[in-house]
Structures are given as structure tokens and as C-alpha cells.
């Protein structure tokens, strides 16, 4: 009796490598590999996201605001910090590690420094971009400042003719400050009158003040546009500050190896 091959079962077919399990196979392959790419795709996708919500975040701003301060100081006196203003630059770059973890980037990465002076950069612009704005609200204020005043002399010399029926009654205007830590800044005064003499009193303050509130403002509107000007420089060119930072970065990234 002639031999004859066995045919080939459906058992066969599906586990000993038929056509049937080899279409399965690569479909299989190709299913795996589209749902690897998907599943790093949504990966990228949610840390893309969580970074930018961390960059919203009030203590991350509050983060590139200090930092972005700090740049301007290096700026303002060419390339140099003082002690207590590189002290300053290391604890805000500690807390910049922490909120963007540059502990995970110096465990996993084969240039954290690249990635960490990225982050650097990013937050310096945005700090940029919040004081640019803040400039411009401040420049905004001082235009009308003067104007203000004078609408708020006229207004406390209106009141004081008014008979007591029109007490209780409450002012609010603004003036330029200057103190030794904030430096100069808009005060908003919001103040309250019982009686005509209390009226009186404010108006003759106000009036007093006026000349010397008037030199500061023109203080801070020098101030205001030095600012602009700094953060132009500071944003235009990165490089300097970033420079001046790479060794306090350096030492933070040895804590965290």
C-alpha cells in the first residue's frame, strides 16, 4: 500500500502553521504593534498634558516669576549675582526641580542638563510674559493716575459742603508708593468718612501729597520702561543667565543621583 501524507487537519492548520494561523499571526502582529504605538501616543498625549497643567499651576508661575526676576537682576548688573541673589537663584531652581521632578530626568535621562536648562528656558519666558503684562497694566495705571487724583479733590471738596444726611460715606483712589522691599508700586486707598471733618482732613492729605506722589510716578514710569527694556534683553538671549545657572543646576542634579 502506497503512502500517502496525511492532510493536514484544521488543528494542524491553526497551530502548526497553516495559512489560517499565518493571516492570525501577522494580524495579531499588527494589532500588538498599532495598539504599542497607541498606547505611546496616549502616553506622550498625558504627560504632554500633565507638564502643562504643572506649568499652570499658581506655585510653578510664582516659580518662573522668581526666576524671571532674578534673570533681570543679572541683566541689570551685567551678568553678576550677589550672594544672597545666587542663594535665591538656587532655591527657586530647587523648587523648579521639584515641581517639573528633574530627580526623574537625572535617574532615566543621558543628558538631564539638556532637559533641565529646557525647562529653565520655558520657565523664564513665561515669567517673562506674565511681568510684560503686568508692565503694561502698570503703564496703563500711571496714565490716568493724574487725572484720578484730581477727580478725587474734587469729589472730597463736593462732600465737604454735603450736610450730615450724607454720611456715611466712602472714597476710593489710587497713588504711586514706593517702599524698600516691594519697591514702587499703585496703592489703592479705600477710605470711609463718618462726618465732614473726617472728609476734610483726607482732602487736605491728598492735596499735601500731591507734588510727591506726582515725582514718584514719573520714578516709576522710568522704572516701568528700564523693566521692558531688561526683558527684551533677558528673553532675546537666554544664554547668559542659563550660563550662570548650569552650576547650581549641576549640584542639584548630584542630590538627586
Known amino acids: 500500500m502506497a503512502y500517502e501524507p496525511r492532510k493536514a487537519s484544521v488543528l494542524d492548520r491553526i497551530f502548526c502553521g497553516g495559512p489560517e494561523y499565518q493571516s492570525r499571526q501577522l494580524c495579531a502582529c499588527s494589532t500588538s504593534t498599532r495598539w504599542n504605538r497607541r498606547r505611546l501616543a496616549i502616553t506622550t498625549k498625558v504627560e504632554v498634558t500633565r507638564k502643562r497643567l504643572t506649568l499652570r499651576s499658581s506655585s510653578v508661575q510664582q516659580i518662573a516669576r522668581d526666576l ?34 528633574w530627580d526623574v530626568k537625572a535617574a532615566t535621562s543621558a543628558d538631564p542638563m539638556s532637559e533641565v536648562v529646557k525647562d529653565l528656558k520655558r520657565l523664564v519666558q513665561a515669567g517673562a510674559q506674565t511681568l510684560k503684562a503686568e508692565v503694561a497694566d502698570e503703564l496703563k495705571k500711571k496714565k490716568v493716575e493724574e487725572k484720578g487724583l484730581e477727580k478725587t479733590v474734587a469729589v472730597l471738596t463736593a462732600l465737604t459742603e454735603k450736610s450730615e444726611k450724607a454720611f456715611p460715606a466712602q472714597i476710593s483712589y489710587s497713588h504711586t508708593a514706593r517702599d524698600i522691599t516691594r519697591g514702587f508700586f499703585t496703592n489703592v486707598e479705600d477710605v470711609e468718612f463718618k462726618d465732614v471733618s473726617e472728609v476734610v482732613e483726607t482732602l487736605k492729605t491728598v492735596e499735601k501729597s500731591l507734588k510727591r506722589w506726582g515725582k514718584l ?41
Open 217 to 257: 510716578r514719573v520714578q516709576m514710569l522710568e522704572d516701568l520702561q528700564q523693566t521692558n527694556k531688561r526683558l527684551s534683553a533677558l528673553t532675546s538671549d537666554l544664554d547668559p543667565f542659563v550660563a550662570s545657572s548650569k552650576r547650581l543646576i549641576d549640584e542639584l542634579l548630584l542630590t538627586f543621583a
Open 68 to 101: 524671571t526676576n532674578l534673570g533681570l537682576v543679572h541683566v541689570k548688573q551685567e551678568g553678576m549675582l550677589n550672594v544672597r541673589q545666587s542663594e535665591n537663584l538656587r532655591r527657586a531652581l530647587a523648587e523648579a526641580g521639584q515641581a517639573l521632578t
